[in-house]
């Protein structure tokens, strides 16, 4: 079965300082997978996605992801936190041609 | 930007009353969705819906749910006799294409409706 592990709960940092949000996923083959942003009150955005065509993947507002197969990771970062990347953040693991499965969430918290 | 809507943004029923939710996805868009999630737990896949049929479920999703496409832009979710278990945010998704084995469409989420059953 494939799935997702968000290896953190939460996260803070300041503004201005690297984001890393961590996600290990388990498949027996190469997956589709995706980061995903909900900020309070609104709907789930796609960040950006991985469909085996590049290991680096840029998203919208600077965020990127690295597939590591070695690893079976897919880590994703931002240079820079905003303060209007406060957000919970969710990676995602394709379970088929259809349905996602959700990790479990990480909150990002900035602070000034 | 086209986006997918949804209502309404709440709705409060008492137990034993069914609901039904509705969706409007993006226009072009073939494939369907719907998941939940309950209060402090992630976000869980319920059905996939194409060409008017039901593409694949998940155990959450048994006889007390049932989808439909009732005409060219509404797409819903038919709780048929609530429970307070079902209290949750309930997501709509649609996309363009659904998927080809390994390689998955891109999904575009919905706000969402908050269910609270009483």
């Known amino acids: 079965a494939q799935s997702v592990t968000q290896l953190d709960s939460h996260v803070s940092v300041s503004e201005g300082t690297p984001v890393l949000l961590r996600c290990n996923y388990s498949s027996s083959y190469s997956p589709s997978l995706f980061w995903y942003v909900q900020h309070p009150n609104k709907g789930l955005q796609l960040l950006l996605k991985y469909t085996s065509a590049a290991t680096l993947v840029k998203g919208i507002n600077g965020f990127e992801a690295e597939f590591k197969k070695s690893e079976t990771s897919f880590h994703l970062t931002k240079p820079s936190a905003h303060m209007s990347d406060a957000a919970e953040y969710f990676c995602v693991v394709s379970l088929s041609g259809y349905a996602l499965n959700f990790g479990k969430g990480t909150s990002l918290l900035v602070t000034p | ?118």
């Open chain 2, 1 to 118: 930007e086209p986006e997918v809507t949804q209502t309404p943004s709440h709705q409060v029923t008492q137990m034993g009353q069914e609901v039904i939710l509705r969706c409007v996805p993006i226009s072009n868009h073939l494939y369907f969705y719907w998941y939940r999630q309950i209060l402090g737990q992630k976000v869980e896949f319920l059905v996939s819906f194409y060409n008017n049929e039901i593409s694949e479920k998940s155990e959450i999703f048994d006889d007390q749910f049932s989808v439909e496409r009732p005409d060219g832009s509404n797409f819903t979710l038919k709780i048929r006799s609530t429970k307070l278990e079902d209290s949750a945010m309930y997501f709509c998704a649609s996309s363009e294409m659904g998927g080809s084995g390994r390689i998955t469409d891109t999904q575009y989420f919905g706000p969402g409706t908050r269910l609270t059953v009483l």
